[in-house]
């Protein structure tokens, strides 16, 4: 859990913190946050800035574990972005968790979470064993909620556990059984839901092999992205997303980032890449998204990327793909 993270997850416990009394400085103290950065939707943070919120929110909370369950339920499908997306389109249960655990530093979990079978059974194991225990039984109990949230979203139902044990001392069970659907062996040697293994197979309801994917695809740069931290493609990569079709030269990114063109060709070249090697990658990224999509015309995404002609936007996609965009459409149709 080492990758960069949206600014979701500690907006989503600010407020929670603030709707039972803890004030907005007081969560966000000693993380270098402030609340300015809570209403940047492309922000992204350390995952020890996180970790430094939610000490902050158990010192203050009464019952870190219920409020942690509690938290939990707050974190919807759509709170994930693409990687959400990704597992509504899976085509059945098991490709949604196998494809959620690999790119489970996209997510907002501290806990790892592997994916055992045993027997007739699937075994989801939340494994705490890094966490600090001054937050270890909030994460766990926020994690493990926010799991269920998840599966609830993918079937429109809940997925019945055959057993649930919890790293944590016995506590007050109506709220397990309300998230749960069943009352947890408490003092387990480590936590792990199970299921019938034969729910792996379940189609799910918005299965879309084409948008499935794409959104993997997707998923995998911005985990690249995100694992490259703050070096300067992954800078650049950023910002050339924020304003598609307004995409700055070199000299004027240079200049928003206080260094010379000069400086930033060299940064660049360090890391094996260049302003147009990395416009070009963003373009294409962009183009295969919205001709999959098929809701723009080329003319329009042409001129959403940038090109005064049609022409050089199908010239260039040919230099990417080796084939022209109607081609590529057509083939994903």
């Known amino acids: 859990m080492n990758a960069l993270r949206a600014i979701t997850s500690v907006r989503l416990q600010v407020a929670y913190g603030a709707e039972h009394g803890v004030p907005v400085a007081v969560s966000l103290a000693g993380s270098g946050l402030d609340a300015g950065v809570l209403q940047q939707a492309d ?6 800035q996180e970790l430094i919120v939610i000490r902050n929110l158990c010192e203050h909370l009464d019952d870190p574990v219920a409020h942690g369950l509690a938290m939990g339920q707050r974190y919807h499908l759509s709170s994930y972005g693409v990687w959400g997306f990704a597992l509504l389109s899976s085509t059945t249960f098991g490709d949604a968790i196998r494809l959620g655990l690999r790119y489970l530093g996209l997510t907002f979990a501290f806990l790892d979470v592997r ?11 939340l494994d705490d064993t890094v966490l600090d225990e001054t937050v270890r ?5 926020r994690d493990a909620s926010a799991i269920m949230v998840i599966q609830e979203e993918l079937f429109s139902l809940r997925v019945p556990l055959t057993s649930l044990n919890m790293r944590l001392p016995p506590q007050s069970v109506s709220n397990f059984e309300t998230v749960f659907g069943r009352v947890p062996v408490f003092s387990a040697a480590r936590s792990e839901a199970a299921f019938a293994l034969s729910l792996l197979d379940m189609p ?3 299965a879309n092999s084409v948008t499935a994917r794409l959104c993997e695809e997707q998923c995998h740069q911005l985990l690249v992205q995100r694992n490259t931290r703050g070096e300067m493609a992954a800078r650049l990569r950023r910002r050339l997303l924020q304003h598609p079709g307004h995409f700055p030269d ?3 990114l240079a200049a928003e980032m206080h260094v010379s063109s000069r400086t930033l060709r060299r940064h660049l070249a360090r890391e094996g890449t260049g302003y147009q090697e990395l416009l070009d990658e963003v373009r294409r990224m962009l183009a295969e998204q ?5 809701i723009l015309t080329l003319e329009e995404i042409s001129e959403r990327l940038g090109y005064s002609e049609l022409s050089n936007f199908i010239h260039a996609f040919r230099r990417w793909t080796g084939q022209s965009p109607a081609r590529f459409r057509r083939g994903i149709e």
Request: proline content about 9%; overall charge negative; charged content about 20%.
């Open 43 to 48: 922000a992204t943070i350390e995952p020890e």
């Open 115 to 125: 994916l055992e079978e045993r027997g007739g059974e699937a075994v989801l194991v």
């Open 137 to 141: 039984p909030y994460l766990l109990a």
């Open 204 to 206: 799910l309801p918005q």
């Open 250 to 252: 070199l000299e004027s």
């Open 290 to 294: 919205w001709l999959a999509l098929g």
